[in-house]
């Protein structure tokens, strides 16, 4: 029987997620923690047995049941997180960005920055 195909795409962004998640880990500017908790939603609608892999994974079951628990971001990932925000507005700066470009990107990772900082920590 042929797997469904809303779950065959579910399936493909979970994996395409964790790969992501997994060259977080060593490349980085690249974030680790969202590309897992990302990989472990598409995993739970279209392939159970990669949910429970990654969710009894040593690396990545942690951060995984800390934010299904208490929507918990691990206090190094947003703190590379929020660093890497500020590196890239910088960086826009620097190069010489229009107004419209920093302005807009600026109030983006605000907000983003914002909701980082408004979740636990663990």
Same mark, same amino acid.
């Given at each position: 029987?042929?797997?469904?195909?809303?779950?065959?795409?579910?399936?493909?962004?979970?994996?395409?997620?964790? !790969?992501?998640?997994?060259?977080?880990?060593?490349?980085?500017?690249?974030?680790?923690? &969202?590309?897992?908790?990302?990989?472990?939603?598409?995993?739970?609608?279209?392939?159970?047995?990669?949910? !429970?892999?990654? =969710?009894?994974?040593?690396?990545?079951? &942690?951060?995984? =049941?800390?934010?299904? =628990?208490?929507? %918990?971001? &691990?206090?190094?990932?947003?703190?590379?997180?929020?660093?890497?925000?500020?590196?890239?507005?910088?960086?826009?700066?620097?190069?010489?960005? &229009?107004?419209?470009?920093?302005?807009?990107?600026?109030?983006?990772?605000? %907000?983003?920055?914002?909701?980082?900082?408004?979740?636990?920590?663990?």
């Amino acid at each position: 029987m042929a797997a469904q195909p809303n779950k065959t795409g579910f399936r493909i962004l979970a994996y395409i997620s964790a !790969l992501l998640g997994l060259a977080g880990v060593v490349l980085p500017l690249l974030p680790t923690t &969202p590309f897992v908790l990302l990989a472990a939603f598409f995993a739970s609608k279209g392939s159970p047995a990669f949910a !429970l892999w990654l =969710e009894q994974h040593p690396a990545f079951g &942690p951060a995984i =049941e800390q934010w299904r =628990e208490r929507r %918990a971001i &691990p206090l190094k990932a947003k703190l590379l997180a929020l660093g890497m925000m500020v590196l890239s507005w910088t960086m826009l700066l620097a190069l010489g960005s &229009p107004l419209l470009v920093l302005t807009i990107s600026g109030l983006c990772l605000s %907000a983003i920055a914002a909701y980082l900082i408004s979740r636990p920590s663990c």
